[in-house]
């Protein structure tokens, strides 16, 4: 398909435990946003990549929450010792450029037991 | 007192009414502002995208952006059930640093 994919779309773990969650954006879109979703709650902004500058990562909740791009492509979120709290939907987008038109993957629920 | 405030309601209309959703903001830098709908256990997807003050319509959906009261609008006309969805609003900045604030988002039921 052409849309955001992303992986896995559900995740349960123990907590303590890393976890690794991939978002494969549109071909072509240089810009890819990581979002948290908290049930009922609105998106709360995580990490934002543009084209070959330095990530903004002023979303980022803690030191045990890291993302990267590799090759302007693919990106990874990783979580490690995962708590409680971190038990939410995980929203990765893509867009062409910065004026905000966004397109979604559907999202990796995770749960942390 | 954030950025951009939205009211999480939820509002529930009678189908076939007139919905209007609304979201103000703080920062007069605003220059794009947009629409977005989620439904349930979905990731959000544009639905209306403006840049200066005033309406544009698209079928049912009219965006409204008034910029010297910081204020934007969606209305949606001819309300159906398939629209009860989450509705938010974003906005962005591009001076020196980009921003794209997110509003809280609104829960739209409409009851057929």
């Known amino acids: 398909g052409a849309g955001v994919s992303q992986s896995p779309s559900n995740k349960v773990t123990e907590k303590g435990k890393d976890v690794e969650l991939r978002c494969d954006p549109i071909s072509g879109h240089t810009a890819l946003y990581w979002y948290r979703q908290s049930l009922g709650q609105g998106l709360e902004f995580l990490i934002y990549?543009?084209?070959?500058?330095?990530?903004?990562k002023s979303g980022l909740p803690s030191d045990r929450f890291s993302a990267e791009r590799t090759g302007g492509s693919v990106s990874t979120l990783t979580i490690q010792r995962t708590q409680q709290e971190d038990s939410a939907v995980y929203l990765c987008?893509?867009?062409?450029?910065?004026?905000?038109?966004?397109?979604f993957g559907e999202g990796s629920r995770l749960t942390v037991l | 007192q954030k950025e951009v405030e939205q009211d999480p309601g939820p509002l529930s209309v009678p189908e076939g009414a007139i919905v209007s959703l609304n979201c103000t903001y703080s920062?007069?830098?605003?220059?794009?502002f947009m629409w977005y709908r989620q439904y349930s256990r979905k990731g959000p997807e544009l639905l209306m995208y403006?840049?200066s003050s005033g309406n544009k319509e698209d079928g049912r959906f009219t965006a409204q952006v008034d910029k010297s009261s910081k204020y934007i609008s969606l209305f949606i006309r001819d309300s159906q059930p398939s629209d009860s969805a989450t509705c938010l609003c974003?906005?962005?900045?591009?001076?020196?640093?980009?921003?794209?604030?997110w509003g809280a988002g609104t829960k739209l039921i409409i009851k057929p």
């Open positions: 974003a906005m962005i900045v591009m001076d020196s640093n980009y921003q794209l604030i």
């Open positions: 403006t840049y």
């Open positions: 990549f543009q084209g070959n500058s330095a990530p903004d």
């Open positions: 987008a893509s867009s062409y450029d910065n004026t905000g038109e966004l397109f």
């Open positions: 920062n007069s830098a605003f220059q794009y």
